[in-house]
């Protein structure tokens, strides 16, 4: 430390010794170094601010569970995402639109217990697993084809956005039937939200 260090040191012990804390906090701090503290404390609070709204989730419009072991990315869902947010449109009315791509295949009995769920893209194992337990509804119902002897779900395999995820998750793994799940007709969940599935499921299928 330097020899003007050490003064001022020494004063600062010698104020606070002789006429309190108290005194030395308002007539010597807050005198010199008041309005940089200040300036220091809010330069703080903005940025933990700042950090806390850039880690909370957005308001989603919309949720859709993709039900496969598969690991997928954001870069990989990209797309999906993009004809899904284009389909359902500003549902809550905030001006943007965002779509929750939920990619689960160890969880997919608590997204299915979510009401905002109403469409989910599952590999042929969950689809039958979840159908079989009477999960869905039947999806002639909203006006899509029934998969053979399984009319809880519709085969989008040929929709080229869904080849495309296919080929990157693998033949067994890929997320090739969709599922509607309509709380609704349990009084439960949102129409909006059946009707956005409806209109997701068109535009994935008609996808380019």
Same mark, same amino acid.
């Given at each position: 430390m330097s020899e003007m260090g050490r003064e001022i040191r020494e004063g600062m012990k010698k104020v606070i010794r002789e006429k309190g804390f108290g005194y030395w906090f308002k007539s010597v701090f807050l005198y010199h170094y008041g309005k940089l503290a200040l300036a220091l404390i809010i330069a703080a609070a903005v940025a933990v601010?700042?950090?806390?709204?850039?880690?909370?989730?957005?308001?989603?419009?919309? %949720?859709?569970?993709?039900?496969?072991?598969?690991?997928?990315?954001?870069? &990989?869902? &990209?797309? =999906?995402?993009?004809?899904?947010?284009?389909?359902?449109?500003? =549902?809550?009315?905030?001006?943007?639109?965002?779509?929750? =791509?939920?990619?689960?295949?160890?969880?997919?009995?608590?997204?299915? %217990?979510?009401?905002?769920?109403? =469409?989910?893209l599952l590999s042929d194992y969950y689809s039958r697993i979840y159908g079989e337990h009477d999960f869905f509804d039947s999806v002639e119902n909203y006006g899509f084809a029934p998969d053979g002897a399984h009319p809880y779900r519709t085969d989008i395999s040929y929709s080229p956005a869904i080849a495309r995820l296919a080929e990157l998750t693998g033949s067994e793994e890929a997320p090739v039937y969709a599922c509607i799940c309509d709380w609704t007709t349990v009084g439960k969940g949102k129409a909006e939200w059946t009707q956005a599935a409806l209109r997701a499921l068109d535009a994935i299928i008609e996808a380019q």
């Amino acid at each position: 430390m330097s020899e003007m260090g050490r003064e001022i040191r020494e004063g600062m012990k010698k104020v606070i010794r002789e006429k309190g804390f108290g005194y030395w906090f308002k007539s010597v701090f807050l005198y010199h170094y008041g309005k940089l503290a200040l300036a220091l404390i809010i330069a703080a609070a903005v940025a933990v601010y700042i950090t806390a709204e850039g880690m909370k989730e957005p308001d989603f419009d919309f %949720s859709v569970l993709i039900g496969t072991n598969a690991e997928i990315g954001y870069a &990989q869902t &990209q797309e =999906l995402e993009d004809i899904i947010a284009a389909a359902v449109g500003d =549902l809550n009315g905030d001006g943007e639109v965002h779509v929750n =791509l939920r990619v689960d295949g160890a969880n997919i009995q608590l997204w299915l %217990s979510q009401p905002e769920f109403a =469409l989910c893209l599952l590999s042929d194992y969950y689809s039958r697993i979840y159908g079989e337990h009477d999960f869905f509804d039947s999806v002639e119902n909203y006006g899509f084809a029934p998969d053979g002897a399984h009319p809880y779900r519709t085969d989008i395999s040929y929709s080229p956005a869904i080849a495309r995820l296919a080929e990157l998750t693998g033949s067994e793994e890929a997320p090739v039937y969709a599922c509607i799940c309509d709380w609704t007709t349990v009084g439960k969940g949102k129409a909006e939200w059946t009707q956005a599935a409806l209109r997701a499921l068109d535009a994935i299928i008609e996808a380019q």
